[in-house]
């Protein structure tokens, strides 16, 4: 877990995901910050989407760096195209 939060995606927004993916592949890895900053999201709501994606294990996150995993690359390019 990232950070103690007790709000919970109710839904997943496929398009929020769709640009998560698209900064990171285009980027590299990411700090947080820029990556919240680029995704024009609050913090809180990058938070719950990373979380969802890192225990999906489609991205990977070290030192606040997030990085798309090899799963998530194949997970972009088949149902992100």
């Known amino acids: 877990m990232l950070i103690k939060n007790s709000k919970k995606l ?3 927004d496929m398009q929020i995901v769709t640009i998560l993916f698209q900064l990171l592949h285009e ?4 700090r947080k910050t820029p990556l919240m900053e680029k995704a024009n999201l609050s913090y809180s709501r990058l938070i719950l989407y990373l ?3 890192m225990t999906l294990d489609l991205i990977h996150i070290t ?9 998530g690359l194949v997970f972009m390019h088949n149902y992100l195209k």
Request: aromatic share 0%; no cysteine.
């Open 10 to 12: 109710k839904r997943v």
């Open 27 to 30: 980027n590299g890895p990411l």
């Open 51 to 53: 979380e969802l994606l």
């Open 63 to 71: 030192e606040n760096t997030v990085s798309l995993t090899e799963s």
